[in-house]
């Protein structure tokens, strides 16, 4: 047996090791977004129906969460204002 047959032979087992393990690792991948999936679509759907039997709770929130938006929006531009103005 020469060494390129040697090497050739080594490859070959190591390709297919990497195989095995990229579609052990791809199963895996494929079954965790599957049940993330399931988790994210039960989510949306008890979210949705929370929104639904709760309107003026979720406009509450919806506004105090772009009031907090606001908020900090206008500090960061008057910051970014007075800046300005002290270096000039």
């Known amino acids: 047996m020469n060494l ?3 090497i050739s ?13 990229f579609n052990r690792f791809r199963g895996r991948l494929e079954k965790n977004m599957r049940h993330a999936r399931k988790r994210a679509t039960r989510r949306i759907e ?4 929370y929104v639904h039997e709760h309107p003026w709770m ?3 929130v ?22 300005r103005f002290a270096e000039h």
């Not at 919806?62 to 800046?83: D, E, F, M, Q, Y």
């Open 4 to 6: 390129a047959s040697e």
């Open 46 to 49: 008890s979210t949705d129906r």
């Open 58 to 60: 979720a406009i509450a």
């Open 9 to 21: 032979r080594g490859t070959r087992r190591a390709v297919d090791a990497g195989s095995a393990d």
């Open 62 to 83: 919806v506004a105090g969460a772009a009031a907090v938006a606001g908020v900090v929006a206008a500090s960061l531009i008057s910051r970014g204002r007075s800046t």
